[in-house]
């Protein structure tokens, strides 16, 4: 079984201050990773996606996110906080198909940004 | 293309009356999921269909819930009779493989709440 833990419900930074959003996972396979985004009032939308290649991951809108399997984390930074990176932040780790292919959403961490 | 389609965005019934959710697919995806978000649980998967069929449907919390996809560009979520329990988001979203679990588009949501 898979299961995935976002350690803050809600980080507070500063316009033009690094962003760091944390996940944990917990997985018996190799797991493909996944952040997502939803603003408010908005649908859901991938920022990136970890699946076994490199384990630096880039994403839009200047996000990356790092597996270290040592430390089955999958945290996601960005350099400069902009005010429209304000909204809910979800860590994502999928399963096998013979778990049915399910993802397995964190709780959610909601960012705010502070001008 | 305009994304995946969910109707209605907002809906308030009273407790025991029959909520019939919709969802259009981007055209030519295979798989479809339902998922429902809350403040307390997160985002849970309900159900998904791979080519129209239901693979999975363990998250459907009681047989109140229903869902069907008689076509490829069709899907509803059905609660009846509902509770105010039932309140949350409910999200539809799409995927071009049939292993579903990579690529995901959410639709925008459908904010239920049941008095």
């Known amino acids: 079984a898979q299961s995935v833990t976002q350690l803050d419900s809600h980080v507070s930074v500063s316009e033009g201050t690094p962003v760091l959003l944390r996940c944990n996972y917990s997985?018996?396979?190799?797991?493909?990773l996944f952040w997502y985004v939803q603003h408010p009032n908005k649908g859901l939308q991938l920022l990136l996606k970890?699946?076994?290649?490199?384990?630096l991951v880039k994403g839009i809108n200047g996000f990356e996110a790092e597996f270290k399997k040592s430390e089955t984390s999958f945290h996601l930074t960005k350099p400069s906080a902009h005010m429209s990176d304000a909204a809910e932040y979800f860590c994502?780790?999928?399963?096998?198909?013979?778990?049915?292919?399910?993802?397995?959403f964190g709780a959610g961490t909601i960012l705010r940004v502070k001008s | 293309d305009a994304g995946v389609i969910q109707s209605p965005r907002h809906e308030v019934t009273e407790m025991g009356q029959e909520v019939t959710l919709r969802c259009k697919p981007i055209?030519?995806?295979?798989?479809l999921f339902w998922y429902r978000q809350t403040m307390m649980r997160g985002l849970e998967l309900l159900i998904y269909?791979?080519?129209?069929?239901?693979?999975?449907d363990s998250g459907m919390p009681e047989d109140r819930f229903s869902a069907k996809m008689p076509n490829a560009s069709f899907s509803t979520l059905k609660i009846q009779p509902s509770e105010p329990r039932d309140s949350a988001v409910y999200f539809c979203?799409?995927?071009?493989?049939?292993?579903?679990?990579?690529?995901?588009?959410f639709g925008s949501g459908t904010q239920l709440s049941v008095l």
């Open positions: 979203a799409s995927s071009p493989q049939d292993r579903g679990n990579e690529k995901l588009f």
């Open positions: 997985s018996s396979y190799s797991p493909s």
């Open positions: 970890y699946t076994s290649a490199a384990t």
């Open positions: 269909f791979n080519n129209n069929v239901p693979i999975d």
């Open positions: 055209s030519g995806h295979n798989s």
């Open positions: 994502v780790v999928s399963g096998s198909r013979e778990y049915g292919n399910k993802l397995v």
